[in-house]
């Protein structure tokens, strides 16, 4: 069988895997977990069972369109042209600072208070 790159999701996913075209997926699960976890998710096991099978058929997806040939087609960043809309800048009244901050979480101040992040 043809041996083909990874795609960048499997090396992620299935890190230990060789992707062959042809093949079916390696047999062992993708870290789903790991995946969930990076995207800061809490999910019951109904949840990640639920979108284990979602991100399976996705995963599925992906391998079949990797089975088009595009060496013709050029490479686009929108499928339509995309222009900015741009306008010209514009003084307009602002909240003052009681008004803005009112929802804040945390506050000192007239000034919005927000955890360290830089020692």
Same mark, same amino acid.
């Given at each position: 069988?043809?041996?083909?790159?990874?795609?960048?999701?499997?090396?992620?996913?299935?890190?230990?895997?060789?992707?062959?075209?042809?093949?079916?997926?390696?047999?062992?699960?993708?870290?789903?977990?790991?995946?969930?976890?990076?995207?800061?998710?809490?999910?019951?096991?109904?949840?990640?069972?639920?979108?284990?099978?979602?991100? %399976?058929?996705?995963?599925?997806?992906?391998?079949?369109?990797?089975?088009?040939? @595009?060496? %013709?087609?050029? =490479?686009?960043?929108?499928?339509?042209?995309?222009?900015?809309?741009?306008?010209?800048?514009?003084?307009? =009244?602002?909240?003052?600072?009681? @008004?803005?901050?009112?929802?804040? =979480?945390?506050?000192?101040?007239?000034?919005?208070?927000?955890?360290?992040?830089?020692?």
């Amino acid at each position: 069988m043809e041996k083909r790159e990874n795609h960048f999701l499997e090396k992620f996913l299935y890190p230990d895997s060789v992707a062959v075209v042809g093949a079916s997926r390696n047999p062992l699960r993708p870290n789903y977990n790991l995946v969930a976890n990076l995207a800061r998710l809490a999910l019951s096991d109904e949840e990640a069972r639920q979108f284990t099978g979602q991100l %399976d058929q996705i995963l599925a997806h992906l391998d079949k369109l990797s089975e088009l040939d @595009t060496r %013709d087609v050029p =490479p686009t960043r929108h499928a339509i042209d995309v222009v900015n809309a741009f306008r010209d800048d514009e003084v307009k =009244p602002s909240y003052d600072s009681e @008004t803005a901050l009112q929802n804040a =979480p945390s506050k000192e101040g007239p000034f919005f208070k927000v955890p360290k992040i830089i020692e």
